[in-house]
């Protein structure tokens, strides 16, 4: 028997899927632990994954990302923001140095939250967002990997993928 992702949360999981009209996301910019600048216009070439989280939810991003890369690899964006709005002024080069020593890859971080607020994502845990090229969010997960809810997210990343029309 299959459980929809609400009876998880019901049960306090902390976990969620969300699939409803799509939400038109919008062009940004950020930049990433090394102080580059990170643009993200829209229509983009590829559908993309998106993770948001702020510190306590960035515990649980690497599965999901892994699950990400295994499945889709190049086919996808996979990228991230971090939601460092709570962070002072003060300890910005600090926090830009801590994510340089963890992470290999590029992480975009918001300084002021005003693009997570965009998202609209829930504060504590992992967010996954997946994006169709023409920045429309048509799903978001969130929460520790669970197998359920990630079969949830593939249908919604490869509906988007097969979606020619997202050009």
Known sequence: MRFPSAFFAFL???ITAVASS????GDFELTDQNAAARKYRFPKAKVTAMTVAD???SDQLAPWIQRLYDRYGERIDIDGVADVSMIPKSFRGLVREVFR???THSVMLDWDGSVVRRFGYERGLANIYVIDRRGCIVMRVAGPVNPAVEQELFQAIDR????RQGK
């Open 22 to 25: 799509p939400k038109q996301l």
């Open 55 to 57: 510190q306590k939810g």
């Open 12 to 14: 306090g999981l902390g």
């Open 101 to 103: 020593k963890r992470l």
């Open 160 to 163: 988007a993928i097969a979606d």
